[in-house]
C-alpha cells in the first residue's frame, strides 16, 4: 500500500504514538458510545467483562463518562441523530485520545450505511484509530483490536492490490517465460 | 490498618496479565476471515457467482480497463474482497464453483487503516485477438 506521508512526518507520528502508549501505560479506560448500532455488537462488547474474556485482566476498564476515557469505542454507521452526541462526546474526552470503530457498520457503513439517515462510517466524523471489523466482531477479535491501539498487539490483516494473471503466468511456467507479455504491455 | 492494606497488596502481586499470543482454539463451525485463492478464482472467465450472493457486498467485480481489439468482457476486471463490510455469512463459500473461497477461523482481523482491510485482486482477460490466436489454448503463449 502506498503510504501517503512523508519520511519526517511518520517519524513525528511514531515518536507521538510511543509517547502516547507510555502514557497510557498498561492501563486503559473505555468510552463505548452507540452511534445507531443493531445491539449485536453491544452483546459482543458486554462479553468482554465477563469471567471468561475478563479484560480487566488486561488493564482495561470501561467508564460512563467520556471525561475520565482514554479510548472511545464506537459501533452503528453514525446515523444523522447520533452525529451530535459522537462529535460531543469526543470533544469532552481528554487528549491523548483513541478512536476504535467496531463493527462492519462503523467501519464501512455496513448495510445500513451511506443513506439519507446514516454515515458511511465512524471515519466520516472522527479519526479512528483502529478498525475491527466483523457482524458482529467476536470477543477475541476485539481484544485484539483494543490491544492493537495500546501497541500491545500485532496487526495480522495487510490490504494488497495483486495482479492475478502475472501469478498464473508464473505458477505455469518459469519465471522468464510467464514474464515477457508483462514486458510487452510496460 | 493502612499497613496491612499495604501487606495485603504486596501479598497479592500483579494480578494483570499479558495478552495470550496462542492462536485460540475456536469452537466447530466458527466463521472467521474468509480468504480467496485467486489462482483459483474464475472471475476473467466470467463467474460472478460469489458476488452475486454477498448481501453486504463486500466482494465487487468490476471492469477497469477495456481492450481496445476486443471490448466486452475482455479488458481488466477487479474483485474486491473488503473485510471492513464483510459479515462472515460464509455464502460466497458454498456457491463458489472452484473452492477459490474458503473460512478459516483467523479472528485477529483488525487494523489500523481501513486499506488494510481491503484486498484487490486485478483480473487481466486476454483479447479477442489474443484468443483468435489460441494464445490461451497454448496456455498464454503466442500460437
Redesign the interface.
Known sequence: ?EDPLDEATREAAARLNERVQRLFG?SLHIRHVDAGSCNACESEIKLLLNPYYDV????IFFTTSPRHADLLLVTGPVTRAMEDPLRQTYDAMPDPRLVVAVG?CA??G??FGASAFARA?V?EVLP????????P??P??L???L??ALG??E???????????????L???SLG??GT?EKERG | MVFSWVRKGLRTGVLTTRYPAVHEQMPEGFRGKPVLDANRCLSDRGCDACVQVCLPSALELKQVAYNDDGGGSFGEWQLTLDYARCIACGLCVTACPTGALRMTDDYELAARHREDLRVVNMFEVPTMLDNLNGREKNNGRPA
Request: proline share 4%; aromatic share 4%.
Open positions: 500500500m498498561h480487566q485482566r488486561l488493564g462492519a467501519c464501512s455496513g448495510i462510517g471515519a479512528v484509530d483502529v478498525f475491527i471489523p466483523g457482524c466482531p467476536s477475541l477479535t481484544i485484539h483490536g490491544l492493537l500491545r498487539a496487526q495480522r490483516v495487510h490490504g494488497r492490490v495483486q495482479r492475478v494473471r502475472e501469478d498464473r503466468l505458477q505455469m511456467f517465460a510467464g507479455r
